[in-house]
């Protein structure tokens, strides 16, 4: 899936902290509320820049956005982008950066997006709706922020989760009908939905639905935990390039999320191509 056979992999979804997040731990999660309920269990994977590097080497990924969480605490944030700059400054043709913000810090979040996308950002998210503490239809909260990523030219990465299935830690209320009214809202900005959307492209059948659709993307991120390999091929047929590939390393190894994309046989390199187009045209 790399080279001749069906240009770049670029994994949409990644995650990098600094080591002082991981020997920290519990300063951290005192500090801020995702931290506190992603990571508190010394279990929860973090990975550093150096460790996504040989990731990437060894399952053969050309590049990365590497995304923040959706943290609640600023200066959490801050230390988080910062280390997603320098690691991008350090690594600039393997790494896109993102940068954090909770939307519901006012003035606070745009500073903040204005700072890291002077020095480099090019998105923002991932946004996590739940534990910071707003909903995605909540549009007059979010205006200022898509204003401003549009104007910025950035992407905003938020996470999904499906309205039905199994429970899991992080599972929560943005779901289709949350997604589709974030985008009614905000048609201009370019925008990914992580988790495939919790399922939103399935109703791409539906004609305003279809329409709704036509400028967001939708990541893969954590596909071997929620659906089985059909779904690249069911989805590419629904959306085409807008379906982008992304692991949520260090939730799943890289190797394994295209060991799970690759197991869709018979369609590899097509498959591939579409979703290598997709991610060229959002992120380079
Ligand atoms: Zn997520």
């Not at 209320?173 to 048609?187: D, G, Q, Y």
């Not at 305003?208 to 929620?226: G, R």
């Not at 982008?244 to 939730?251: E, Q, R, T, W, Y």
Request: one cysteine or more; proline letters at 6%; hydrophobic letters at 40%.
């Amino acid at each position: 899936m790399s080279g001749n056979s069906g240009g770049p992999i670029i994994d949409s979804h990644t995650h990098i902290l600094p080591d002082s997040f991981r020997r920290d731990r519990d300063t951290y999660a005192r500090r801020d509320r995702t931290f506190s309920k992603l990571f508190a269990s010394p279990k929860a994977k973090i990975a550093t820049g150096d460790e996504l590097i040989e990731s990437m080497d060894g399952a053969g990924v050309d590049r990365c956005v590497t995304l923040g969480y959706g943290w609640t605490d600023l200066s959490v944030a801050g230390e988080s982008n910062d280390y997603l700059l320098e690691q991008a400054e350090e690594h600039p043709n393997r790494f896109i950066p993102f940068c954090s913000v909770n939307p519901t810090w006012g003035d606070d979040a745009l500073n903040e997006i204005r700072r890291c996308a002077g020095r480099g950002a090019r998105g923002v998210g991932e946004l996590h709706p739940d534990s910071q503490g707003y909903q995605l239809s909540n549009a007059e909260l979010l205006a200022p922020m898509m204003a401003l990523a549009r104007e910025l030219d950035l992407v905003v990465l938020t996470h999904s989760s499906e309205p039905v299935g199994h429970q899991y830690p992080g599972k929560g209320s943005a779901t289709p009908s949350e997604l589709e009214a974030f985008l009614v809202a905000f048609p201009e900005n370019k925008i990914v939905f992580a988790h495939f959307g919790g399922g939103l492209p399935f109703y791409a059948l539906m004609p305003e639905v279809k329409d709704a659709l036509k400028n967001c993307y939708f990541d893969t991120a954590a596909a071997p935990y929620l659906y089985d390999p059909e779904i690249y091929t069911k989805l590419i047929d629904l959306i085409g390039p807008r379906l982008i590939f992304g692991s949520d390393f260090p939730l799943i190894a890289q190797k394994r999320a295209l060991e799970h994309l690759r197991a869709e046989a018979g369609t590899g390199i097509e498959m591939a191509a579409s979703m290598s187009r997709g991610a060229t045209q959002l992120f380079t």
